[in-house]
């Protein structure tokens, strides 16, 4: 026999609007309140009924997350930020009862709609990973409807929120670094410029050296897309350069790991001749040789604080108002990649 929110009700001594606040996560249940309800919901085995809450709020209880690709052959789920930060989502939403919808690039290309995908699965608010300011499809979110949260995106429209880390401030830290380590001649590696992240992190790079009085050169500044390989390829332009800068910092750790492959390709050594610095800390940036020196997204706090957007955004209905962004503060991880300068290569003219 199924059970129902009438058996809780009866079991823990409170009313069924209580129990179905509790169970939805309503702020003015207490927590101790919430805790008797839904222990007493593992106990007797509830298992809510999706479909009637449905017909009743006219909600399907599913968060659609749509994981764009950065490009045609880079797929975003094989960046390991991305997937650790898609794990942090999964898991926060698994203890709240919504259902989580992935939209995987194909469905995408096929559908060639993000309000149509919305409308057909009958999704109660979006999330968006890895979108791109040149995707022909953009524009549509400003109509789609429902709550929409993104990471590093920023859309202004009213029922949208950007989730993120303060871009400008990590690379600040990370060039400011470089800088106090005597370097003058800096590169920066950036990811694609359809991402509004490779344009904060260049900003965050050019405000360190306009403050330390180090001039920058157009060729010290090369576009990659993220990627490893990205990575490599816009090293071996600045190693071509003479005089070559100094130290690099690149937009992302797959990218930095790149640089260094290249470095080792030339006979060179990280950090002796070349300091480089990365963005992200992923797993492999500890597990390098030598251990990468980089800036650290706090990525499960950035995908429980997309989840609890949304969360929000929900329990508030109609009456929820997008936040403009929300931004945590990174933090700068010191490794054994960078190195004081050597003697002769602090001059910036070269």
Not at 63 to 75: A, I, M
Not at 159 to 166: E, F, H, I, K, P
Not at 210 to 227: L, M, Q
Not at 271 to 293: C, H, K, M, N, Y
Request: proline share 4%; with cysteine; aromatic share 6%.
């Amino acid at each position: 026999m199924r059970v129902t929110l009438k058996d809780i009700a009866r079991e823990v001594g409170l009313s069924v609007t209580a129990v179905s606040r509790a169970l939805n996560g309503h702020k003015d249940v207490s927590e101790a309140t919430r805790a008797r309800v839904l222990e007493a919901a593992r106990r007797l085995n509830y298992y809510p009924n999706s479909i009637a809450r449905g017909l009743v709020t006219q909600r399907s209880g599913t968060v659609g997350l749509f994981s764009v690709s950065f490009t045609q052959s880079y797929s975003i789920m094989s960046d390991p930020f991305a997937a650790e930060l898609v794990d942090a989502i999964l898991e926060r939403f698994g203890e709240t009862g919504y259902d989580v919808l992935w939209f995987s690039r194909s469905r995408i290309e096929k559908a060639d709609s993000y309000v149509a995908l919305a409308v057909q699965r009958q999704i109660d608010a979006a999330i968006f990973l890895g979108l791109r300011t040149d995707d022909h499809r953009f524009a549509e979110l400003r109509t789609i409807g429902i709550p929409l949260v993104t990471v590093d995106v920023p859309i202004d429209v009213e029922n949208a929120v950007c989730v993120g880390c303060d871009q400008v401030m990590g690379a600040y830290a990370a060039v400011s670094h470089l800088i106090e380590m005597g370097h003058r001649r800096i590169a920066y590696i950036s990811g694609h410029w359809h991402a509004p992240v490779s344009h904060e992190r260049r900003e965050g790079y050019m405000k360190a050296m306009a403050e330390a009085g180090c001039p920058v050169r157009d060729e010290w500044i090369v576009e990659g897309d993220f990627s490893r390989a990205s990575g490599k390829r816009s090293m071996e332009r600045l190693l071509a350069l003479d005089p070559r800068p100094t130290a690099v910092f690149c937009a992302s750790d797959l990218m930095a790991l790149g640089a260094m492959d290249a470095v080792r390709a030339h006979g060179l050594r990280v950090p002796d001749d070349v300091s480089i610095i990365g963005f992200d800390d992923i797993r492999e940036a500890a597990e390098a040789q030598p251990p990468l020196t980089t800036v650290h997204q706090p990525r499960h706090l950035l995908g429980k604080a997309v989840a609890d957007t949304v969360i929000e955004a929900l329990r508030e209905g109609g009456s929820w108002k997008g936040k403009g962004r929300i931004l945590l503060e990174p933090k700068l991880v010191r490794r054994a990649t960078v190195a004081p300068v050597r003697d002769g290569g602090a001059s910036a003219a070269g």
